[in-house]
């Protein structure tokens, strides 16, 4: 009823679906008229979405957020990111994060080079995080080298990490076998070194990434994070490891020799 009431009246429509007596009964009723209205007007929806934000302040990021569903289940992308970048402080980061992740699922090249054409730093941030969000659930490794090919910024070492993760967990020998055939460098080591602390990871294969890490610094820290968990279920590999390892910073191999000495049960 409220699809087909939102195609000819849309503000009506989602009027009475956001006076439903249950939270559960608004979300589906606005689901419905704005899945209507998009079908029957995009820009009259966008409309509709407008006016319910400035009359239910409170409620933006909701009605927004569905309103981008609605467009973004029909392709209608474009219409999509220019109302979430239209959002005010509050709002614009949620909106854009989905509006681009949603885009990224399905055409992850042609959002990946929208995002990157804003001029806005911030607004480029938001999407290009957006971007790797929905990239990322359907070819984290064509994320991860589209990611390390980006011009410099504050953004891409946390955007690399983001990638990174996702393709270890789904395909960790290729993701391995990619770093181990490319050049790293410090944008990717962030990223190498948020999956080589990853819980789902084997000590062997953890050590492994965590040994690609070109900045010394963070690559003994990240190794020593490594060794702290692998000792607590296998000392003697971790120790023997430990032992063999050259990437330690003197600090580090301290606090390393504190742990195994507590975990084998002797006197410091």
């Not at 704005?34 to 006016?51: D, E, I, K, W, Y």
């Not at 981008?68 to 990111?81: K, N, P, V």
């Not at 055939?181 to 965590?210: F, Q, R, Y």
Request: with cysteine; net charge negative.
């Amino acid at each position: 009823m409220l699809r087909g009431w939102a195609q000819s009246s849309p503000t009506d429509a989602a009027h009475y679906a956001l006076k439903l007596p249950t939270p559960s009964a608004c979300e589906a009723g606005l689901n419905s008229v704005f899945s209507g209205a998009v079908a029957a007007n995009p820009l009259a929806a966008v409309r509709t979405g407008q006016l319910l934000i400035q009359e239910n302040p409170s409620e933006a990021v909701g009605i927004g957020g569905h309103l981008i569903d609605a467009l973004c289940q029909t392709g209608d992308f474009r219409t999509a990111t220019e109302f979430a970048s239209a959002g005010s402080d509050g709002t614009r980061p949620f909106w854009m994060g989905a509006a681009y992740s949603k885009w990224a699922a399905f055409q992850p090249e042609a959002a990946a080079q929208a995002a990157a054409s804003l001029t806005d730093p911030t607004l480029r941030s938001q999407a290009l995080h957006g971007v790797v969000g929905g990239w990322s659930m359907a070819d984290p490794g064509s994320l991860v080298k589209y990611v390390t090919q980006l011009p410099p910024d504050a953004e891409k070492s946390s955007m690399v990490s983001q990638a990174l993760q996702r393709w270890a967990r789904i395909s960790p020998a290729a993701a391995a076998d990619w770093i181990n055939n490319n050049e790293g460098g410090p944008e990717m080591d962030h990223g190498i070194a948020s999956v080589a602390t990853m819980e789902a990871l084997k000590p062997d294969v953890a050590v492994s990434w965590a040994e690609s890490i070109s900045n010394p610094k963070l690559r003994s820290e990240t190794l020593v994070s490594v060794l702290r968990s692998w000792a607590t279920v296998d000392l003697a590999a971790s120790k023997s490891y430990f032992e063999k390892s050259k990437d330690l910073l003197p600090e580090d191999r301290s606090e390393i020799v504190g742990v195994i000495t507590t975990l084998s049960g002797q006197s410091p």
